[in-house]
């Protein structure tokens, strides 16, 4: 019978690892307590393995990449991924694009954060203001830049983080493979976990920035947009009405009718218009006046050329001229008449007018509600 005790020996020595470890006695079977020995010692070393050093860490990986049974080693761990595998091949792995994150990216390209277009103008041209060059335009497109570069300084430390990462888990992999079987569609499968949990740290990202930009539309264009003045000319059209019936500036239904046509606008605009122009006509007169002047000088004027364009034959004929000379007298009587009516601070709160006439001192205390005459 061959003595198997030199062969044994043989087999005896390092582990693929470099770990000293004595060959089991298979023939005694009381050392079933060196077994569990052996056991904890070999658990012990690899929860050790984090504590080692670079150089020891370096030695033992060298050691086993030269060790003449790695072959084998690689071999079993095939068989047993083979083994092992089964239950996951069956798994569909594409999934669905993130809704909430599609959702998200439109929002921020329409309003200008994201994308080609990053001035802003698709919002801006959204509110129906991208020409104004307003204080609010300049302050809500710098506030708009703001929150786009707090945006894209975020968003590019997240791909480089997530770059980093990403890189680092491919090269380990890469390097584990070299023991253990890893296959390149595994390792794409591990791309895509990393990249599904950094997407909640972009989503939350996104989702900031959108609320920053829609608190920021809501405190300037919406609010520019309720507040919208008139035009410029339906408020000369008012303007002319106004100081034309300054005796009496209350008008009636139908002429304030007339001039919501004119203008443009809703007959409560225009009864909000006249109650508010009164109230502060009221107040303070002296600052007004310079402005019921002019009005009187314009209606004056108007008056007289449509008198000129009446009578063709004005510069050839005397009664012509005299006609002239009694349309500027009456246009220049118009004006000082109003302003001496002004001096004596006779106002239409003051002055004659019919019963059903509300005066402006019993107005009610609101800017937006008006008397009909």
């Given amino acids: 019978m061959v003595d198997q005790s030199p062969l044994m020996e043989a087999l005896s020595g390092v582990t693929l690892y470099g770990l000293s470890v004595p060959l ?5 079977g009381s050392d079933q307590e060196e077994r569990k020995q052996e056991t904890g010692s070999v658990l ?22 030269c060790h003449r049974m790695k072959p084998a080693l690689f071999t079993v761990l095939c068989e047993i991924k083979e083994k092992t595998g089964l239950s996951i091949r ?8 993130d809704a909430q994150l599609i959702r998200l990216d439109n929002m921020l390209l329409a309003e200008g954060v994201s994308g080609p277009d990053k001035d802003g103008g698709a919002a801006l041209a959204a509110a129906g203001g991208a020409t104004d060059n307003s204080i609010e335009h300049v302050d809500y497109r710098a506030k708009l830049t703001q929150i786009r570069q707090i945006y894209h300084t975020e968003l590019e430390k997240y791909e480089q ?26 390792i794409e499968r591990m791309v895509k976990i990393i990249h599904r949990k950094f997407s909640s740290i972009q989503v939350q990202l996104k989702q900031s920035t959108c609320e920053a930009v829609m608190i920021l539309r809501s405190r300037f264009l919406d609010a520019r947009r309720k507040r919208r003045n008139f035009s410029k000319q339906a408020t000369e059209i008012l303007n002319e009405y106004f100081y034309s019936h300054l005796s009496n500036p209350y ?25 508010n122009k009164r109230i502060r006509y009221k107040k303070n007169i002296g600052k007004f006046q310079e402005e019921a002047n002019l009005y009187a000088a314009k209606t004056a004027v108007s008056v007289a050329q449509t008198v000129a364009d009446v009578s063709p034959d004005t ?32 106002g239409w709160h003051d002055a004659l007018r019919p019963p059903s006439v509300t005066s ?10 008006d008397t009909s005459n």
Wanted: charged residues 25%; hydrophobic residues 35%; proline residues 5%.
């Fill in 44 to 65: 012990h070393q690899i929860m050790t393995i984090t504590e080692q050093s670079l150089e020891e860490a370096q030695a033992k990986k060298h050691g086993l990449n």
């Fill in 24 to 28: 089991l006695h298979i023939q005694d």
């Fill in 251 to 275: 008008p009636s239904e139908e002429a304030k009718e007339e001039l919501a046509k004119k203008c443009s606008i809703s007959v409560s605009q225009v009864s909000n218009w006249f109650g």
């Fill in 315 to 346: 510069k050839s004929s005397g009664r012509g001229k005299t006609d002239m000379c009694l349309v500027w007298w009456t246009a220049n009587m118009l004006i000082m008449n109003f302003i001496s009516l002004r001096q004596v601070n006779v």
């Fill in 161 to 186: 983080a997530c770059s980093e990462f990403t890189a680092h888990v491919m090269n380990l992999l890469r390097e584990q493979s070299r023991t253990r079987p890893i296959s390149p569609r595994e």
């Fill in 360 to 369: 402006l001192s019993e107005e009610p205390a609101s800017a937006h509600s």
């Fill in 90 to 97: 069956g798994v569909h792995e594409e999934e669905p694009p």
